[in-house]
């Protein structure tokens, strides 16, 4: 009878024990299981994070002036300006017409820059050196006279100024115009026609001869044969309207 008793006992020890290993094992599955969900979505996020694009300035939904603008040169300077002049000097008229079609285009006033004194075919001969036009170019200091003036030139915003290039700059009667005026608050932008030669040296050197320290631009040069289209698309550019 008494080993009958601990046999019994021996069994329900056994038991017990296989409920309490069975109990232990499920929540240690349990756990690995978690740890491993975990493990996969932190890796998920990881993978995102590395494949997720930054949004940059051009990806903005707000388009810069300059992206917008690139002839303009970035933000509107003169916004409100409604007074433009267009002065021109033009021997032979192939400067007055890119003249017309920046005034028209601009709805500004037009303004030729006629020389006291015309200049006649020999005048223009850059093939003689004793040409009047040879001469003056070879003079710095030389000043053509101009009959007329722009009245109340102070009343301009913006002044563009064209020219023919001679000789790889401007003609001398654009000194005596540019040193005429005082250009105080005002915006100076030069242009010029020619087969090949640029505006640079030109610009750069009027700019040096105006008086009033106004904004400058430099610019740019047109082929005698230019389109109003491709006129208004450069002045477009500044937004002067």
Do not use: H
């Amino acid at each position: 009878m008494k080993n009958i008793a601990v046999i019994l006992l021996i069994v329900l020890m056994s038991v017990s024990f296989a409920a309490c290993g069975d109990s232990s094992q499920e929540k240690n599955d349990s756990s690995t299981l978690k740890e491993a969900g975990e493990t996969k979505v932190s890796k998920q996020e990881s993978e995102d994070s590395k494949t997720q694009k930054p949004v940059s300035a051009t990806e903005s939904t707000s388009v810069p002036d300059e992206a917008e603008n690139p002839d303009g040169g970035g933000e509107n300077e003169n916004a409100g300006a409604t007074n433009v002049l267009v002065a021109y000097f033009s021997a032979t008229n192939t400067t007055k017409g890119v003249a017309e079609y920046m005034a028209d285009g601009l709805r500004a006033d037009l303004y030729e820059i006629v020389p006291q004194e015309p200049y006649t075919d020999d005048d223009l001969d850059y093939n003689d050196d004793n040409s009047r036009s040879t001469m003056e170019m070879n003079d710095p200091a030389v000043r053509p006279a101009i009959s007329g003036s722009v009245d109340n030139m102070d009343q301009y915003d913006v002044v563009f100024i064209g020219f023919p290039i001679w000789w790889e700059t401007a003609p001398r009667i654009i000194d005596t115009f540019i040193e005429s005026y005082d250009f105080s608050g005002t915006t100076v932008i030069t242009f010029c026609t020619s087969g090949s030669s640029g505006i640079g040296p030109a610009s750069s050197n009027l700019k040096k001869l105006c008086k009033g320290n106004p904004t400058w631009k430099r610019g740019r040069r047109f082929d005698g044969d230019v389109s109003q289209s491709t006129v208004n698309k450069w002045v477009d550019g500044f937004r002067l309207k």
